[in-house]
């Protein structure tokens, strides 16, 4: 099987680079969290941590039933707790989800134009064909076995508007095709109409059928080191992925389960880390623009997606003179060569020595 290779690795070079500053490094290139984890998880998962049983796949009442509030509350989906089943973390659920919907050769999974890697990664551990494509009338007659949505997107932070998730939704059921939406980042939004998920009654007409959306706590709640996450929607579809990962041991630890559902029920931590990011995005942002950059879209999710009109390992390179590591724009499909992602994850403190720099 043939994989690319792992595009990080290529930048090694410009951090080391930058790690050489006489400032340190300010590394805006991977949009990892850095504050604390909530209280309330880590008070949850401390209290369910004697856990001598193996956990359930399908995920604890609990957790299924918080999840569905969360839905319902924040996002005005209405799921059936039975149809969420909880992912170790949204990257496998992201890579393994074209094989465990039964992809394979000969079969088409198509992602956006400018994507988050795994995507491909995915079609290709089933032995699929990976189409990088915004424009679905672009495939002709092509049926594709999955259709994949990414909203806020990553990388460039763009939300899709609620006419453009319709016609998708109407496209895909008129082929009996799968959709499969993106929406880890719904929360964290700055600017323009609020992301809406494709579960939304106002899109899909109140029907999950064909459809199925993702969520992670990795942002929203500081947990990307507890890998939690989640994928709801069509029951049948989530029937059948619940049945294939229990075969293959697919289990999120009951700990991590615990305070999962401990999370989903508190909105007031989510919303001090949206402001958190707000800060930092609005202090970044006009930097790079004192700087010479252009910000295209950003609207919502932890990225600054920046262009000063060159290729992006020029850009890469600049940055990196200035101590300052951030990923190039081609990592996420040829229509990045311009662009830079700028993640927004880093302290306060190191954002503000970038902002130093950059001013």
């Known amino acids: 099987?043939?994989?690319?290779?792992?595009?990080?690795?290529?930048?090694?070079?410009?951090?080391?680079?930058?790690?050489?500053?006489?400032?340190?490094?300010?590394?805006?290139?991977?949009?990892?969290?850095?504050?604390?984890?909530?209280?309330?998880?880590?008070?949850?998962?401390?209290?369910?941590?004697?856990?001598?049983?193996?956990?359930?796949?399908?995920?604890?009442?609990?957790?299924?039933?918080?999840?569905?509030?969360?839905?319902?509350?924040?996002?005005?989906?209405?799921?059936?707790?039975?149809?969420?089943?909880?992912?170790?973390?949204t990257k496998e659920l992201v890579a393994w989800l074209p094989l465990l919907l039964g992809a394979g050769p000969g079969d088409t999974v198509v992602f956006p134009e400018l994507a988050y890697p795994?995507?491909?990664?995915?079609?290709?551990?089933a032995r699929a064909t990976g189409v990088a494509t915004d424009g679905l009338l672009k495939l002709g007659p092509a049926r594709p076995k999955l259709v994949w949505l990414n909203s806020p997107s990553n990388p460039t932070g763009k939300v899709l508007p609620p006419e453009h998730l319709r016609k998708v939704v109407s496209w895909a059921r008129e082929?009996?095709?799968?959709?499969?939406?993106?929406?880890?980042?719904?929360?964290?939004?700055?600017?323009?109409?609020?992301?809406?998920?494709?579960?939304?009654?106002?899109?899909?007409?109140?029907?999950?059928?064909?459809?199925?959306?993702?969520?992670?706590?990795?942002?929203?709640?500081?947990?990307?080191?507890?890998?939690?996450?989640?994928?709801?929607?069509?029951?049948?579809?989530?029937?059948?992925?619940?049945?294939?990962?229990?075969?293959?041991?697919?289990?999120?630890?009951a700990p991590v389960q615990a305070a999962m559902a401990a999370v989903y029920d508190d909105d007031a931590h989510a919303a001090e880390q949206v402001e958190c990011y707000r800060a930092r995005r609005a202090v970044l942002k006009a930097a790079l623009e004192s700087h010479g950059f252009r910000v295209d879209h950003s609207e919502a999710s932890l990225y600054l997606w920046s262009t000063r009109d060159e290729p992006c390992w020029d850009t890469v390179s600049h940055l990196a003179s200035l101590g300052i590591l951030v990923a190039p724009g081609e990592f996420y499909g040829p229509a990045g060569s311009r662009h830079v992602r700028v993640a927004i994850t880093a302290t306060d403190e190191r954002v503000a020595e970038a902002v130093s720099r950059l001013t």
Request: charged share 20%; net charge negative.
């Open 1 to 89: 099987m043939e994989l690319p290779d792992f595009p990080w690795d290529r930048l090694e070079p410009y951090k080391k680079t930058a790690s050489a500053h006489p400032g340190g490094l300010v590394d805006l290139s991977v949009g990892t969290p850095v504050d604390p984890t909530p209280e309330v998880a880590r008070k949850a998962l401390a209290e369910a941590s004697d856990a001598p049983g193996y956990p359930q796949t399908w995920g604890t009442p609990a957790l299924r039933e918080s999840v569905a509030r969360w839905l319902e509350r924040r996002l005005g989906v209405l799921a059936d707790p039975a149809a969420v089943l909880p992912a170790i973390g």
């Open 118 to 125: 795994t995507y491909d990664v995915g079609a290709r551990l």
């Open 175 to 253: 082929r009996g095709v799968t959709v499969v939406s993106d929406e880890c980042y719904i929360e964290l939004y700055w600017e323009g109409p609020e992301p809406v998920s494709i579960l939304h009654p106002d899109i899909c007409g109140g029907s999950h059928e064909g459809l199925l959306a993702i969520h992670s706590l990795s942002k929203r709640s500081n947990l990307a080191g507890y890998r939690a996450g989640f994928v709801t929607g069509d029951p049948a579809l989530v029937k059948n992925l619940l049945e294939l990962r229990k075969h293959a041991g697919m289990i999120m630890p």
